[in-house]
Nanobody
Framework: QVQLVESGGGLVQPGGSLRLSCAAS????????MGWYRQAPGKEREFVAA???????NYADSVKGRFTISRDNAKNTMYLQMNSLKPEDTALYYC?????????WGQGTQVTVSS
């Protein structure tokens, strides 16, 4: 069983920044292709950013150049640095971890971009 806990969401003005965190309950989380997804009201959950199994990173076109995914293996924590936020980034952000044919999800953290 894997537990993921997101934090760091909040209300921010357009152009602002936030850093989301995802704490994992396993110590070898860095070998898994963890990622971030988001779901806006009335929309389907969509991919934001993720690590590959090789440790490289992928980003959705909508966030390239603005968001950065990273992880601290010593803290078992993954991050999503979000800069130049736009109102369309408003969503519930989830982290996930696929392992042994199961995809684990956190409970989500709300990001609201509004003036």
């Amino acid at each position: 069983q894997v537990q993921l806990v997101e934090s760091g969401g909040g209300l921010v003005q357009p152009g602002g920044s936030l850093r989301l965190s995802c704490a994992a309950s396993i110590s070898t989380f860095n070998i898994y292709p963890m990622g971030w997804y988001r779901q806006a009201p009335g929309k389907e959950r969509e991919f934001v950013a993720a690590f590959t199994t090789y440790g490289t990173t992928n980003y959705a076109d909508s966030v390239k150049g603005r968001f950065t995914i990273s992880r601290d293996n010593a803290k078992n924590t993954m991050y999503l640095q979000m800069n130049s936020l736009k109102p369309e980034d408003t969503a519930l952000y989830y982290c996930n971890l696929p392992r042994d044919s199961i995809v684990y999800w956190g409970q989500g953290t709300q990001v609201t971009v509004s003036s």
